[in-house]
């Protein structure tokens, strides 16, 4: 990396930092992703060739390279992209939110948002089934899932099968 462009990397002005970005390219995110992120991670990455591919943007279900290719997204934000990328309903309800200074969800208080979704949910929930966790990572779905099983099968079925190296 350039001295240049690590000075300007380096620098604390918002609006410099979000402009580099975008002028990066696949060797300098690889090295700032193994110095910043996660170098073993990158390790995987590499491994399926990933760490040669830079996306530019995202689209509905796809990712746009640098150089214009379309890449099918099946990993969908780790199913949190659902609706594809950008999707203008999506951006529409979150540009509201930033226009009217509206605050997001969090744990500290009670939220009308995370409580109307929950209620929608629970609406469209097979049975009786009325409760909704909202967890934000496949740890914590996987934590709420055993509690849900144990809950459900009682101490006499105590045994969960679970597969070895696996990612939660």
Known sequence: MLAADQKALAAPDEARLLDMQQQLDAAQVKELFANHINHGQLHFLKLLGFDKILVDRAEGMHYITKDGRKILDFFGGFCSVAFGHNHPRIVAARQKFQDENRHEICMAFMSQYASALAKN????????????????????????????????????????????????
């Open 121 to 168: 949910l629970a609406t469209i929930a097979p049975g009786d089934l009325d409760m909704v966790f909202l967890g934000s990572t496949g740890s914590e779905a996987m934590e709420a899932a055993l509690k849900v099983a144990e809950q459900a099968q009682g101490p006499e079925k105590s045994k969960i099968l679970h597969a070895a190296n696996s990612f939660h």
